[in-house]
């Protein structure tokens, strides 16, 4: 008999590299074959919707990617929710919250005087990409000389820690989780007016027409899946900064996962 076989969808950054492995370890496990798809967010919709994959790893929602989800939204089930983002400005904790405790407070002239102007970004289809534009014009902070700059997560890690190491003031546009934060203490810059759009929910996305594929106990072992913000950290730095394989990393985690999941029965 055939093995199963599914398209995995995948947003091509690596936190949603690591959360997908999970997905796809989760579907070996069953007997499932997995090819993958890693591509930006908005080609990651489109091909969902043409029916070219069949699972998305991730839809955060309903902030930053329900506007890509709402054409297909009849054609899918959310599956499980895997961890709860959100976006973020943050700084490194030694700048002095008493001076740097809100977006607003970039306005300052004395924390402008100090702080990088360049605000380094991702790909422009991020949601934190589109609210940092949203959160310049809001606050003008183009006037204090700040804008905003497109690029890789690749430049957007490396500003940061480039600043760090040289004890800069600077502003990181992120997310969490992400792999900066289990080597770096950023501290979340107040947002009272929601320009960031709180937390989301990081959802499964799969096309109802591929669920008859599945296994009954693949699909059950889906919808129970949870990874949670911390475990995505640790993995996206595995893989990001120790270089380890996403597959590999994933399967270590869905092991020592189920080993406590066994330990808490047997007590």
């Given at each position: 008999?055939?093995?199963?076989?599914?398209?995995?969808?995948?947003?091509?950054?690596?936190?949603?590299h690591?959360?997908?492995?999970?997905?796809?370890?989760?579907?070996?496990?069953?007997?499932?074959?997995v090819s993958?798809?890693?591509?930006?967010?908005?080609?990651?919709?489109?091909?969902?919707?043409?029916?070219?994959g069949?699972?998305?790893c991730?839809?955060?929602?309903?902030?930053?990617?329900?506007?890509?989800?709402?054409?297909?939204?009849?054609?899918?089930?959310?599956?499980?929710?895997?961890?709860?983002?959100?976006?973020?400005?943050?700084?490194?904790?030694?700048?002095?919250?008493?001076?740097?405790?809100?977006?607003?407070?970039?306005?300052?002239?004395?924390?402008?005087?100090?702080?990088?102007?360049?605000?380094?970004?991702?790909?422009?289809g991020?949601?934190?990409s589109?609210?940092?534009?949203?959160?310049?014009?809001?606050?003008?902070?183009?006037?204090a000389?700040?804008?905003?700059?497109?690029?890789?997560?690749?430049?957007?890690?490396?500003?940061?820690?480039?600043?760090?190491?040289?004890?800069?003031?600077?502003?990181?546009p992120?997310?969490?989780?992400?792999?900066?934060?289990?080597?770096?203490?950023?501290?979340?810059?107040?947002?009272?007016?929601?320009?960031?759009?709180?937390?989301?929910?990081?959802?499964?996305?799969?096309?109802?027409?591929?669920?008859a594929?599945?296994?009954?106990?693949?699909?059950?072992?889906?919808?129970a899946?949870?990874l949670?913000?911390?475990?995505?950290?640790?993995?996206?730095?595995?893989?990001?900064?120790?270089?380890?394989?996403?597959?590999?990393?994933?399967?270590?985690?869905?092991?020592?996962?189920?080993?406590?999941?066994?330990?808490i029965?047997?007590?």
């Open positions: 008999m055939n093995r199963p076989h599914l398209t995995l969808i995948t947003i091509d950054l690596s936190f949603h690591a959360s997908a492995a999970v997905v796809a370890a989760l579907l070996e496990a069953h007997g499932v074959a993958e798809w890693r591509v930006p967010h908005e080609r990651a919709f489109e091909l969902l919707r043409n029916g070219e069949d699972l998305l991730s839809a955060w929602l309903p902030g930053s990617h329900g506007a890509y989800l709402a054409p297909l939204e009849d054609e899918v089930e959310k599956l499980a929710v895997l961890y709860t983002p959100y976006a973020l400005w943050g700084v490194p904790d030694y700048v002095p919250q008493e001076q740097v405790s809100s977006l607003a407070d970039l306005e300052k002239p004395e924390v402008a005087a100090r702080m990088q102007k360049t605000i380094q970004g991702i790909n422009p991020a949601g934190i589109r609210f940092s534009l949203e959160i310049i014009e809001r606050y003008r902070l183009d006037e000389g700040y804008h905003f700059r497109h690029g890789s997560l690749d430049d957007c890690a490396t500003a940061f820690e480039r600043a760090v190491a040289n004890q800069d003031w600077a502003v990181v992120l997310w969490q989780p992400q792999f900066l934060h289990w080597r770096h203490s950023i501290r979340e810059l107040a947002d009272p007016e929601k320009l960031l759009r709180g937390k989301d929910e990081a959802t499964l996305l799969i096309r109802k027409s591929a669920l594929r599945l296994p009954p106990a693949a699909v059950e072992a889906l919808r899946l949870t949670g913000n911390p475990s995505v950290v640790c993995l996206d730095h595995q893989i990001s900064r120790q270089g380890m394989d996403p597959l590999q990393a994933a399967r270590h985690w869905l092991q020592t996962a189920r080993a406590a999941a066994s330990a029965k047997a007590t």
